[in-house]
């Protein structure tokens, strides 16, 4: 690197980066967001919200029943397992430290994993249904000034 070609850092969901952080215990690697970073000269900073909350991988999939992530976090919605267990604390407490990883590595950019309940940036799960919204930690970073898109964006 030479001058100011210093990368940019950017939260990026681990699982668009081939880390095996979903859920399922999967990853979602996507080679358009990969190429996207290179050519746009951005460090990626990996982050998966639900394992910073402690959540175990893989876990139960996780849906709204009802509200989304800003209704999440004002108390207002329900963010449930497909067991019913109620998991909204959980992924506020990830969404906060999320947050906390944005601030200390200088990212006012993010790129997250479309319907995820924390990541999805233009739309999630309400029940089975995909419905446009955000997930809990984007909402929180929105409300902190960071700028989003999805991997369906690139």
């Known amino acids: ?20 952080t979903r859920y399922d215990g999967q990853s979602k690697r996507n080679d358009k967001v990969l190429e996207y970073l290179r050519r746009e ?30 209704d999440v976090l004002d108390g207002n919605g329900l963010l449930v397992q497909e067991n019913g267990t109620d998991v909204g604390a959980a992924f506020i407490r ?35 249904e995909q419905v446009a919204g955000q997930g809990v930690t984007t909402a929180l970073l929105l409300r902190h000034g960071l700028q989003f898109i999805s991997e369906g964006d690139l």
């Open 94 to 128: 990830g969404a906060a430290e999320s947050l906390k990883l944005a601030q200390l590595a200088g990212c006012r950019r993010a790129l997250f994993k479309d319907g995820s309940p924390s990541c999805g940036v233009h739309r999630i799960y309400l029940g089975a």
């Open 1 to 20: 690197m030479t001058g100011n070609t210093m990368p940019e850092p950017i939260l990026v969901s681990a699982c668009l980066l081939g880390l095996s």
């Open 41 to 70: 000269n951005l460090q990626p900073i990996p982050i998966c919200p639900e394992q910073l909350a402690g959540l175990p991988t893989p876990r139960p999939k996780s849906f709204f029943a009802s509200g989304g992530g800003s």
